[in-house]
Nanobody, 120 residues
Framework: QVQLVESGGGLVQPGGSLRLSCRAS????????MYWYRQAVGKERDWVAT????????????NYADSVKGRFTISRDNTQNTVYLQMNSLKPEDTAVYYC?????????WGQGTQVTVSS
């Protein structure tokens, strides 16, 4: 049974930082690309970042949405079956529920989400 459990959300002031974690189980984590998405109230769920399973001499390949590039960093620890999202220089517009996701056999799997609120 595939499970994705996010944690690490909370309330932070503009300019602050948070680190989200997503613990995975029920599938071969090291072979799977992992994704972070977010959904603000009244808006669609948007892709934030991807970390691929393939590792090169430069590490795992990553991709970011333009809105978070240079501020967020996605990483993974295959020994802990965990993917992380380090979020720095947070802005009020980063406020959303953040979800981790993976795709297995053509199906999307999602965690329950963790709320991030950026406000003074």
């Amino acid at each position: 049974q595939v499970q994705l459990v996010e944690s690490g959300g909370g309330l932070v002031q503009p300019g602050g930082s948070l680190r989200l974690s997503c613990r995975a189980s029920g599938f071969t984590f090291s072979n799977s690309g992992m994704y972070w998405y977010r959904q603000a109230v009244g808006k669609e769920r948007d892709w934030v970042a991807t970390i691929h399973s393939l590792i090169t001499s430069f590490g795992h390949s990553t991709n970011y949405a333009d809105s978070v590039k240079g501020r967020f960093t996605i990483s993974r620890d295959n020994t802990q079956n965990t993917v992380y999202l380090q979020m720095n220089s947070l802005k009020p517009e980063d406020t959303a529920v953040y979800y981790c996701s993976t795709i297995l056999y053509g199906s999307n799997y999602w965690g329950q989400g963790t709320q991030v609120t950026v406000s003074s």
